[in-house]
T-cell receptor
């Protein structure tokens, strides 16, 4: 069965970086895209960007341009999301989700979420 | 960017009654070449990731009870729960995937009256 398993919770200081992993199983990794979505406390879901797992191409939300990097390791069937220059407003649950190979689609499978807390 | 706006923000409905949630996009999400509305609905319960209920505005995801239905086209959409069950208490989100950035509505909290 399809599974996306994310790394554990993180606590970071302002200005630091965080890297969250998302290990996929149960399907051919390179035939679906991976998207990253975050949810700050009490806020709506916010799309951050996506990666074409086949060729590694990425596209990011302008809200995170320059601070977010999404990568993948096809041999490990894992995607990574790194967010830099963290501030308190980045405290949120970060999700990975499986999307269609062409990118813009909806998400039938999600990771369990990773809580990132930014606090001095 | 396409902005998604849901109404109401919260809703209380009696068990067995109908619940209706609305979603409006700031521009059309209907792709004319395939006549598909790039609009999905999700259900999210506390401590869980969102669960896909409806895609293409009206296609129910496999395993989703048929009391859930989606309708609408262009810029105005509706999620209807025909007979509310206790397990339907959750926050519901619409999502447009017509273009980037992908965007979600602010959510509608559904409770039992």
């Amino acid at each position: 069965q399809v599974q996306l398993v994310q790394s554990g919770a993180e606590v970071k200081k302002p200005g630091a970086s965080v890297k969250v992993s998302c290990k996929a199983s149960g399907y051919t990794f390179t035939t679906y895209s991976v998207h990253w979505v975050r949810q700050a406390p009490g806020q709506r879901l916010e799309w951050m960007g996506w990666i074409d797992t086949g060729n590694g191409n990425t596209r990011y939300s302008q809200n995170f341009q320059g601070r977010v990097t999404i990568t993948r390791d096809t041999s490990a069937t894992t995607s990574y999301m790194e967010l830099s220059s963290l501030r308190s407003e980045d405290t949120a649950v970060y999700y990975c989700a499986r999307g269609p190979s062409w990118g813009n689609g909806c998400y039938g499978y999600w990771g369990q979420g990773t809580l990132v807390t930014v606090s001095s | 960017d396409i902005v998604m706006t849901q109404s109401p923000d919260s809703l209380a409905v009696s068990l067995g009654e109908r619940a209706t949630i609305n979603c409006r996009s700031s521009q059309s999400v209907l792709f004319s070449s395939n006549n598909h509305n790039y609009l999905a609905w999700y259900q999210q319960k506390p401590g869980q990731p969102p669960k896909l209920l409806i895609y293409w505005a009206s296609t129910r995801e496999s395993g989703v009870p048929d009391r859930f239905s989606g309708s609408g086209s262009g810029t105005d959409f509706t999620l209807t729960i025909s007979s509310l069950q206790a397990e339907d208490v959750a926050v519901y989100y619409c999502q447009q995937y017509y273009g980037f950035p992908i965007a979600f509505g602010q959510g509608t909290r559904l409770e039992i009256k």
